[in-house]
């Protein structure tokens, strides 16, 4: 499936919201599709990015790492159904939109958290999620410096 499409559908099952368990079994899988996306630019992406894909990749790893893995059949994980990005600029605009709603997301967790445990974990993936939506901001930059650059070489 394509990399928008999922994201949308990870953003409206993130907006849709539900108890704890559901909001962070919602994270989670954001985090993954934020990974696998992150994995495949740094595969197979405009080599500018490559470098900065590596480091979303990672961070979307971190960001999994911290948070209890939910009981999802192989069937339920959204990063599996991954099969293409499409055009950069649109799949990372979107994820950027979406890991801004799951660092939002983790912040009410947080804020509700009964247990320290919980509360920490939240804290730690609000920061994987805030440091991998930088990423996305920087990648769209450079993809942005590139397009300005090509207009202005054509003509020289």
Do not use: F, N
Not at 108 to 131: F, K, L, P, R
Not at 138 to 153: F, G, H, N, T, Y
């Amino acid at each position: 499936m394509d990399a928008v499409r999922l994201i949308v559908t990870s953003r409206r099952a993130l907006a849709a919201g539900g108890g704890v368990p559901e909001l962070l079994t919602e994270v989670w899988q954001a985090q993954a599709l934020a990974q696998a996306i992150g994995s495949r630019l740094a595969l197979a992406g405009p080599p500018r990015l490559r470098d900065a894909a590596r480091g979303l990749a990672d961070l979307a790893d971190r960001g999994c790492g911290v948070l209890d893995r939910p009981p999802l059949d192989p069937g339920e994980l959204r990063a599996a159904r991954l099969t293409e990005l499409g055009d950069t600029r649109p799949c990372l605009t979107h994820l950027g939109g979406l890991l801004g709603d799951v660092g939002i997301a983790l912040v009410g967790i947080a804020c509700a958290a009964d247990e320290e445990a919980t509360y920490w974990s939240c804290v730690e993936a609000i920061d994987a999620a805030d440091e991998a939506r930088d990423r996305v901001r920087d990648m769209l930059r450079k993809l942005a410096e590139r397009e300005a650059a090509a207009p202005q070489r054509e003509a020289g």
